[in-house]
Every structure is written in C-alpha cells, then in structure tokens.
C-alpha cells in the first residue's frame, strides 16, 4: 500500500510539473525548430499567446504537484524495513537478518542505526536547509515581491515541506527513519529543480528590466535570488542525501 501510494503520488506530481510548463514548453520547442529551419519568426508572433496560457496551466499544474508529493510523503512516512531492503541493505546484510536475500522471502527486516554522528549532521543540515528556505520565502513576499491572497500560499510552499522534513529527520538516527526522510526528500527535490525551470525561462526578461530600470535593481535582483533558492535548496538536498545514504549502504556492507 505504501509503494502504491508512493508511485502514485510521483506520477501525479510528474503529470502536475509536465501540465504546468506545457504552454511554455510547446512554445520554445516551436520557435526553436522555427529557427533551425530559417522561417521568419516576425511570421510567428501569435506563437507569444501560446505562452500566456501558462499563467493558467501553472497553478493547476502546481494544485496537482503539491497533492502528488503530499500523497507521495505519506506513502514513504508508512513504508517499512522490508519496503527499503532490497535498495538500502547488501544480499549479505539481507541474508544475515534472517532471509534467503529476497525482501519477500526474508524475515521482518532490522535496518542498523545510523551513526550517532551521521544522524546528527543529518538533523542540522535540514534544520539549516528550513531556515534558509523560510528567510527567502519570507523575504520575497515581504520585501522584493510582495503577493496577497492565494499567491502567498505558493510562495510558502518550499518552506512548509522543508518544514515536514525536519520533523521526519527527527527519527534520522534510525535506519528506517532516515530513508523515510530520503525518500520523502527524494521526490520533492526532484520537482523543485523541474520547478527551477520557470525562472530560469524568465531569466533574460529579468535581467532586460535590470538594465532598463536601475532605480528598482535592488527589488529585481532579490526577486531573482528569491526565485532560486527553492532550486538551490533542493539540488542540494538531492546530493547531500544522497551521499548519507551511500555512507549508509558501504556501512551496511561492511558490517
């Protein structure tokens, strides 16, 4: 049930981001084949409207990806030992637990501690990570960009699930809760660097404004750097548990 709920949460988050961007994706790949085949792009300036139906498709398509990676989190918050041996634990550590070196044929799976200072690096690293990603949050909608209504609810979503794993890196010193939390993690980076695409697209406007306005450049440029901490906070999430969890499996192994 656990795994269900987790594919089925990264399918639907997956279909969320792909919905969201379609209207702009479908643009840039047809004025880019436009100009490799040398047509006049002045021919196509109603291709631009296509564009606009992003601001449409982006909040959908982030009302989708949000209830995907909730739903996805709460798959990997109930999965179990078993649900994580055949990736975290070696044949040997699976056959000494009591199995044949198969999840479905071995006993109930204990999965080792993790290092007592391993763990402790995990719960400051998130923590850092939740407080770094709140002072941009907070910082763009109070000081560079200030949104009301709805908007400020998006613009705290980054903060409420760095938020969420702080608590889940609680239970980082077990075994299992850390890849809980890897899992869980594991997902919603993903969908942030994918996320990371939309400022990146609007980039050069950001930066034409700069040049032609230099008495809003402070409110500009933080706009810019507001705009990429989620991306940076997630990239370096993806690596920094991804290298706990190598650290964790050669431990395993060499046990």
């Given amino acids: 049930m656990a795994k269900s709920s987790v594919k089925t949460g990264g399918i639907l988050a997956g279909a969320g981001c792909v919905f969201g961007i379609a209207p702009m994706a479908i643009m840039f790949a047809i004025g880019g084949i436009a100009s490799v085949l040398g047509m006049d792009l002045n021919a ?6 296509l564009g606009w139906f992003t601001f ?3 909040p ?26 055949e990736s975290a634990m070696s044949t040997q550590g699976q056959v000494k637990s009591g199995g044949t070196g198969t999840p479905s044929d071995a006993k109930p799976v204990e999965l080792p501690p993790l290092p007592s ?3 402790r690096t995990v719960k400051i690293a998130y923590a850092f990570g939740f407080v770094f990603v709140l ?16 908007m400020v609810f998006f613009d705290f979503v980054p903060a409420i699930f760095a938020g969420w794993f702080v608590f889940l890196a609680r ?3 077990e075994g299992l809760g850390f890849l809980r939390l890897y899992q869980s993690q594991l997902f919603v980076s993903i969908a942030g660097c994918v996320v990371a695409l939309w400022p990146l697209v609007t980039l050069d406007t950001s ?9 809003s450049a402070f ?8 705009d990429f901490i989620p991306a940076v906070a997630s990239l370096a999430s993806l690596v920094f548990a991804g290298v706990v969890r190598t650290m964790y499996r050669r431990g395993l192994k060499s046990s």
């Fill in 44 to 49: 196509l300036n109603g291709l631009s409207v």
């Fill in 117 to 119: 200072g391993l763990a």
């Fill in 171 to 173: 239970n980082a010193h």
């Fill in 207 to 215: 930066l034409s404004l700069l040049e032609y306005d230099d008495s």
């Fill in 135 to 150: 002072v941009g949050c907070v910082m763009r909608v109070t000081v560079f960009q200030p949104f009301s209504g709805i």
């Fill in 219 to 226: 409110q500009l440029v933080g706009t810019i750097i507001t």
């Fill in 60 to 85: 959908l398509g982030a009302v989708v990806v949000i209830v995907g990676l909730v739903i996805a989190i709460v798959g990997a918050t109930k999965s179990t030992s078993s649900d994580f041996a």
């Fill in 56 to 58: 449409f498709t982006a």
